[in-house]
C-alpha cells in the first residue's frame, strides 16, 4: 500500500464532526454545533484561518498561545524542512544530542541566573518535571499554589490546578493547600508547617487573566527562601514574550524563580515541546549518581525536530522583535478598549499585559438590562460572555474563548505577528457586538435565551 497524504484528506474531508462524535471526543461537536463555531478550516497563515470557502478568520486563541509567531513561519517552517532533510540521528538516548544541547544554551541565556534544562513534549509534563524536581531536592511533599490556577492535567499537574470542574472525579491527588491570589499571609501559614517544596504560580493567571498585586511574586520569594522552599513559575502560556517581556516573572524587580516551565509558543506551532529549566543544585541533587541517569526521563524529549522549532522560534522571536510586538500591539489594545468601558455599562474592565488581554463583563446600571443580566446569572455565570464570544465569531468570524468556568471574562490571545490593523478590526467588531447587547434585542440576546434553555435542561 502506498500512503498519500492528499488523498487521506480528501478521504475524510467532510467526516470530521460525525467521526470525531464517534472515535474520539463526543462532546467536542456537540459544543461547537451549540455556540456556532463549527467550520471546516482548509489553511491557515500568521494569525489567521481560512475556511473552505476562502472566508478569512482572525484567530485570538492561537492554539491556547501555541501559535506566538503564528501559523506556519516560513523560518520555523524551513527548519522542519531542514531537519527532515538531514536524516539526523535522533532519540538515540545513549548519546548527547548537538540540537538539544544548541536549545538548552540559547534558552539558559534567557534565565542567566538558571543552569539546566529538562525537555520534554508539553506544559503539563514541564509542571509534572517541577514538582518531582522540587519534591526530590527539598525532601518535602506538599505544594502550594494559587485558586483558580491552571498547571495542566495530567495528575501531578492537576493536583496544582485551582479550577474544580477540572479536579473533580480524580481525587485523591498529591498532598497540596490552595491560597488566594495575592494572599500573603496565608502563604506564610503554609509555611510555617514545614512541610511545603514549593509554591507554584502564573505570573499571570490564564483563567480570567488575573494578574498578582505588585510586589506579591518578590514578597512571597522572599517568604520561600526564608523557609527553605521553592519558587515554581509556570511560563507555559506567558512566557516566551507574550507579556511584553520575555518571561512574565520579570515584570516584577528581583523575582528569580528556582524552577521555570515552558512550552506552547516555543514548539513553533510544529512539534509539541515542554522544558523545566532550573538550577544546578537541583538538577544535582535528583540526578546525584550515575546509577539515576534515567530516574526522571521522556523517551520524545529533547528530539531534534521539536529542538529545531524551539531554535527557530527563538531566532524568530528576536529578529523580528516580537517581544516589542507583543509590548506595543498590548498597549494598542488597551488603548482602544480602555475607552469602551465609559460608553457600554455591562463592560466592567480590560486588563492584561502585552498580548494576554482580559475582557470582564458586570452588572448593568439600567434597569432593563439588569433584568437579563440577573437572569443569565441565575441560569449559570459566565453566559454573558459566552454571549459576546459568539457573535464575534459568527458575525465577524473574530475566534476567541471564555476565559474560564464561571467567569465573565474573555481572554484575548492572538499570536505575536498581529498589526494594528488587527487592534483596529477588533475593536469594531467589539464595539458592534456590545452595541447589541445594549439595546437589550438582537443576536446577542436571542443566543442568551438559548443557551439558558440548554443550561437548565442539561
Known sequence: ?????????????????????????????R???????????????????????????????????????????????????????LDLPDIVHFATPTLAVALADRLLKTTPHLDRVYFCNSGTEAVEAALKFARFATGRKRIVYVDHAFHGLTTGSLSVNGAKEFRKGFEPLLPDSAIKLGDLDALERELKRGDVAAFIMEPIQGKGVLIPPPGFMAAAQKLLRQHGALLIADEVQVGMGRTGKFWAYEWEDGVEPDIVTVAK?????????????????????????????????????????????GLATLAVLEDEDLVGNCQRMGDAFQAALKPLQDKYELFADVRGRGLMV?????????????????????????????????????????????????????????????????????????????????????????????????????
Not at 502506498?2 to 461537536?29: C, I, M, S, V, W
Not at 492561537?62 to 527548519?79: D, E, I, L, W
Open 1 to 29: 500500500m502506498t500512503f498519500d497524504l492528499g488523498e487521506t484528506l480528501e478521504q475524510y474531508r467532510g467526516q470530521e464532526f460525525e467521526l470525531t462524535a464517534k472515535h474520539l471526543n463526543p462532546q467536542l461537536p
Open 31 to 85: 459544543v461547537l454545533q451549540t455556540i456556532g463555531f463549527h467550520r471546516d478550516y482548509v489553511r491557515a497563515e500568521g494569525p489567521y484561518l481560512y475556511d473552505e470557502t476562502g472566508a478569512e478568520y482572525l484567530d485570538f486563541l492561537s492554539g491556547f498561545g501555541t501559535y506566538g509567531v503564528g501559523r506556519h513561519h516560513p523560518v520555523v517552517r524551513k527548519a522542519m524542512q531542514d531537519v527532515i532533510a
Open 265 to 309: 509558543a516555543l514548539s513553533g506551532g510544529y512539534v509539541p515541546i515542554g522544558a523545566t529549566i532550573t538550577k544546578d543544585w537541583i538538577f544535582k541533587k535528583v540526578y546525584s549518581t550515575m546509577d539515576r541517569v534515567l530516574v526522571h526521563d521522556c523517551t520524545f524529549g529533547g528530539n531534534n525536530q521539536a529542538m529545531a522549532a
Open 358 to 458: 482580559g475582557l470582564e463583563f458586570g452588572k448593568p446600571r439600567s434597569l432593563k438590562l439588569r433584568a437579563g443580566w440577573s437572569t443569565l446569572k441565575a441560569a449559570r455565570t459566565g453566559l454573558f460572555a459566552q454571549m459576546v464570544v459568539v457573535p464575534l465569531f459568527q458575525r465577524h468570524r473574530m475566534l476567541t474563548q471564555v476565559a474560564g468556568d464561571h467567569m465573565d471574562v474573555i481572554k484575548l490571545l492572538p499570536p505575536y505577528v498581529i498589526g494594528q490593523h488587527d487592534v483596529d478590526n477588533f475593536t469594531a467588531a467589539f464595539v458592534d457586538v456590545m452595541d447589541d447587547a445594549h439595546k437589550g434585542t438582537g443576536l446577542v440576546w436571542d443566543f442568551g435565551r438559548t443557551l439558558i434553555k440548554q443550561a437548565l435542561t442539561r
